[in-house]
């Protein structure tokens, strides 16, 4: 069976990342938070473990937005034989707090304080490649709202969320 467009595109991306890794306060200080999420994109940070873990990746990072894609895997299965929620909430709270933090500057952080998800139909490891979309909704001195979208390849609206991030000094 033929790759899949978001398949081929994400081989190309991971083909030019440093591998898992974790990186340091200072570097996370010294950059804004678009060019921090960029350098990881663009290989000249490494990615989180968890990504490698969770098959979750960063493939996007623009002011305001932040796209991470997924493969279902038997792995993530649910006794019900449907890949369990926790893996796309996963994926949507990645997206939707790296959406905030494409919007703060040098020396800011961030930290989840909630997040509200609406699963409308099950992933499969069929289902294939699923993108998490994070969009920035507000950013305040203190606290950001973002929301997010998990689409198929086919178009198809998986689950849908917000969340509440607070804006940190680092």
Not at 13 to 34: C, D, N
Not at 44 to 71: H, K, M, N
Request: glycine share 10%; charged share 20%; aromatic share 6%.
């Amino acid at each position: 069976m033929a790759a899949s467009p978001w398949t081929e595109e994400l081989e190309r991306k991971m083909a030019r990342t440093t591998g898992p890794g974790v990186t340091t306060l200072e570097q996370v200080k010294a950059v804004s938070g678009l060019e921090y999420l960029r350098r990881i994109i663009d290989g000249r940070l490494p990615r989180p473990p968890i990504a490698d873990t969770l098959s979750c990746y960063l493939v996007e990072a623009d002011p305001g937005r932040a796209v991470f894609q997924g493969t279902p895997r038997w792995e993530y299965l649910n006794p019900a034989g449907t890949v369990h929620g926790g893996w796309m909430a996963t994926l949507l709270d990645a997206a939707m707090a790296c959406a905030v933090q494409t919007a703060l500057q040098a020396g800011q952080g961030y930290t989840t304080v909630e997040f509200k998800l609406n699963l409308v139909r099950p992933v499969l490891p069929a289902t294939g490649a699923v993108r998490a979309e994070g969009k920035v909704v507000n950013v305040g001195r203190t606290i950001a709202t973002a929301e997010g979208r998990l689409l198929g390849e086919d178009g198809k609206l998986y689950a849908h969320g917000t969340e509440t991030c607070l804006v940190i000094s680092l």
